[in-house]
């Protein structure tokens, strides 16, 4: 505890309501202790440091205003919620943060009465808060009742169609609710688009900032000597490019910018909007995300997502490892497809970092394309450059890729356009829990017609399946592969195109076969070793493709075996009902065949790390060797002996 801060003014706050006594001054000196808290608390577990750190002064005036949980606070995506953990009652469990059993990285409903909404994705928080605004209208939840509804998005999260929708629709309905954007011009990647270039313009102007707040704030808000002078200031600014003009087109009336971090403006503007507001209003609150710590400050990303650190060098203790990163692997074998083929493009929605894209950026930067948080967009401009006649790879993380699925089936797989989706972050990822979880695309995939859907078992499979894709123009495609380190094969220096819908044997045996889809394969590989120290050599087989299957493989390994055993990092309805179907289509299961499917269980499973997540799946290798001799009637591991 001793290299802990000394918190004396936080040490009275437990619960938001313990924030009303203290005075102005005291709140200052609470927003500096809260930073450092937050600062030790993320460099035990790791986390999303910077987020957090960029709306300190926020979340004090925030909670120290408003009356929580009455009072609803939607934060969007939520990486910068561990602040408002800390004053909400979970201080104590902070530095469970991202582990097993421990508090989660986002707001989650179940976890406190102080997250009315859970998210991990961008853009849903005015979505969010207008339903409970329109909820507190019609009386819904009398007890303790709804108060106000108030959102804070960052500037990356307005750039996605979802927040516009809301906006559109609050600004029609009128309701009392209010908008804090947050603006710290960084989102996870550098911001991009219209959205970004219309904020700057917003406040490029130092020396008009009082005037802009007075002009085109809300004028009914101000006392009533300050009306009439706001409203001939308005009237000169009126046309002109800056003010929150489209904020009030839509319905919004516009406060702002002001500064963020300076309490001594947050306060009376927050408690001069909770006094006074009647309809949808915006507060345009100008932050710096790493705010307060200066190896967040310093780096590209303000200290997005860290490993644990050093908190006086800022330094992360990341362990070691000598096997690439999928990402990296991708990213690699993208370039080099990139310089042997100049048709070939690369899309992203606001991850170039985190899909590897960066590099491809800088190798190629006319042929990258980070479209910010728009992945319907993303989707289907990548659909547009595949009929326009370039070969788009469109990467994204798996849950991500839901967002665009409409546009998958729509835009891309009913017109056969040869759009490749690079998928990352598949299976479970740990840390961040359920939310980024890669469970469903192999299964929202496979059943398009004419899709091809592969699943690298290793890095190096991984470069085959880049250039696999790179080549395939009859339709679309996809490839995916997890988080994290792969497992240390040796990378080709060319990738090979695959046979499309050909698996191959990694290792033959009798009466089992084990056919694994994805990198689960160096868990059935392993329990291949176990079971053959039992006297059972199963067959091992690596599927590559869910789609189009490997149907003579399959039917093989049925025709010479007792059990047939899938695996998969997906959920049910995926690659093990494909090939489930495919055997009861030819009969198989009538000639006594045993088949079993192993796939994510049907729950979101919370974090805790990659490796205790797949125990908990059911899907390590002593639940494969487990599942095979079920499968041959074998029930008890500890009576079979080699």
Known sequence: MSDRPLTPTLDR??????????????????????????????????????????????????HAVFDTPR???????????????????????????????????????SESPYDPFGAAHSSTSISAALGFAVARDLGGAPDPGLGDAIAVIGDGAMSAGMAYEAMNNAGHLGKRLIVILNDNEMSIAPPVGAMSAYLSRL??????????????????????????????????????????????????????????HDLDQLLP?????????????????????????????????????????DVVTGKQKKSPSNAPSYTSVFAKSLIRAGEADDRIVAITAAMPDGTGLNLFAERFPTRCFDVGIAEQHAVTFSAALAAGGMRPFCALYSTFLQRGYD???????????????????????????????????????????DFVVMAAADEAELVHMVATAAAYDAGPIAFRFPRGEGVGVELPEKGQLLEIGKGRIIREGARAAILSFGTRLAEVEAAAETLAQMGITPTVADARFAKPLDRDLILDLAARHEAVITIEEGAVGGFGSHVAQLLSDEGVFDKGLRFRSMVLPDTFIDQASPADMYAMAELDARHIVQRVLDALGIADISSRRA
Request: with cysteine; net charge positive.
């Open 13 to 62: 706050v437990n619960v938001p309501a313990d924030m009303k006594s203290l005075s102005d001054a005291e709140l200052h000196r609470l927003a500096d202790e809260l930073r450092r808290e937050t600062i030790s608390a993320v460099s035990e577990t790791g986390g999303h440091l910077g987020a957090g750190l960029g709306v300190v002064e926020l979340t004090v005036a925030l």
């Open 71 to 109: 009072d609803r606070i939607i934060w969007d995506v939520s990486h910068q919620c561990y602040p408002h953990k800390i004053l909400t009652g979970r201080r104590d469990r902070i530095r469970t943060l991202r582990q097993k059993d421990g508090l989660s990285g986002f707001t989650k409903r």
């Open 203 to 260: 406040y490029a102007g130092a020396p008009f900032q009082e005037f802009k707040a007075a002009a085109k704030g809300a004028v009914s808000l101000l006392p009533e000597p300050f009306q009439q002078g706001a409203r001939r200031a308005k009237e000169m600014l009126k046309g002109m490019a800056v003010g929150g003009t489209m904020f009030e087109e839509l319905g919004f009336s516009y406060v702002g910018p002001i500064d963020g």
């Open 269 to 309: 503007v927050l408690r001069t909007v909770k006094a006074r507001a009647t309809g949808p209003i915006l507060i345009h609150a100008l932050t710096r995300k790493g705010k307060g710590y200066a190896p967040a400050e310093a780096a590209i990303d303000r200290g997005h997502g860290v490993a644990r650190f």
């Open 407 to 449: 546009q998958v089936v729509h835009d891309v797989a009913i017109q056969r356009l040869p759009v490749r989706f690079a998928i990352d972050r598949a299976g479970l990822v740990g840390a961040d829990g359920a939310t980024h979880a890669g469970a469903f695309d192999i299964a929202f995939l496979a059943n398009l017609p």
